[in-house]
């Protein structure tokens, strides 16, 4: 049997054992180190004694063609950050000593200028 479980996984308590555990698109290397530790503590909790956990993380290669920049757009949205019209400022930090890339970005909704602050950080 599969189950499928909408949480957060860095914040929400799972308190049963699983035979198998998944996490998909490189969404370990979205959280930064510290999330990293504290997810993978989670996980070896609630994996059953022989449970496995499978994840996939982007090889070195992906920091070969890649640059820093510094960039900002105005969106009309619907799309990938908001429904809602908003201003993206972004950048991309490449780290090479290790091994990976860090990436922010603030959104400034166009309708009552909140702004949001994401950013995550890519190991190789």
């Known amino acids: ?6 949480c957060n996984y860095l914040k929400d308590k799972i308190t049963e054992k699983y035979d198998a555990a998944m996490m998909i698109y490189c969404d370990f290397g979205a959280i930064i180190p510290n999330e990293q530790k504290l997810f ?9 004694e022989n449970g496995i956990f499978v994840f ?3 090889g070195k290669s992906v920091l ?3 640059n820093e920049y510094r960039n900002w757009n105005i969106s009309q949205g619907n ?3 908001s429904k809602e019209p908003y201003l993206i400022m972004e950048e991309k930090k490449i780290f090479k000593n290790e091994n990976t890339r860090g990436e922010r970005y603030y959104l400034i909704d166009q309708k009552n200028e909140k702004t949001r602050k994401k950013k995550r ?3 190789n």
Do not use: G, H
Not at 1 to 6: N, S, T
Not at 40 to 48: C, Q, V
């Open 121 to 123: 950080f890519l190991p």
């Open 56 to 58: 996939d993380v982007f």
């Open 1 to 6: 049997m599969v189950e499928y479980r909408y």
């Open 64 to 66: 070969e063609n890649q």
């Open 79 to 81: 799309d990938f950050w």
């Open 40 to 48: 993978l503590e989670k996980i070896s909790n609630i994996l059953d």
